[in-house]
């Protein structure tokens, strides 16, 4: 799960994926990361600790870090909040087969319409809610595709 900080989006993704691997009984190693270093190391925002709160979750073990061209080779499939990470995370390689491990993850959701993810950061409270709202449906098709 990548966004551009690791502090609001992706550690959402991870959270309810995560969540939603445990209750289904799918073993998964599921992680997130930033195409940028602003936060590394930080805890995810106070925003996304209330929402994944208020929907059962405890995101507070995460800590932000960058994306490095590793992961592309590490995890199987990545999945970007928008285009312009998606584009930041093609450009760590060459390689058109760890390249076609990256999709945007809301083209689980609405197959391939490119939609990003709306960053919540700049905004207010109830944006938190709506990205929550539109990563837990995503994450719903993962699992289903996996069980």
Do not use: W
């Amino acid at each position: 799960m990548v966004c551009l900080g690791n502090i609001c989006r992706s550690p959402l993704a991870e959270g309810i994926l995560r969540d939603k691997a445990s209750k289904a009984g799918v073993d998964l190693e599921i992680d997130s990361a930033g195409t940028a270093a602003y936060h590394e190391g930080e805890l995810p925002d106070r925003r996304s600790i209330a929402v994944a709160k208020k929907n059962g979750l405890d995101i507070t073990n995460q800590r932000a870090r960058q994306f490095k061209e590793e992961d592309l080779v590490y995890y199987d499939v990545i999945f970007a909040m928008d285009q312009s990470n998606y584009n930041n995370i093609c450009r760590l390689t060459d390689n058109e087969v760890l390249k076609s491990k990256v999709d945007l993850i809301l083209n689980k959701s609405y197959p391939n319409e490119n939609i990003a993810v709306p960053d919540p950061y700049y905004g207010g409270d109830n944006g938190f809610d709506e990205v929550y709202s539109i990563l837990d449906k995503a994450c719903d098709v993962i699992i289903n595709e996996l069980i």
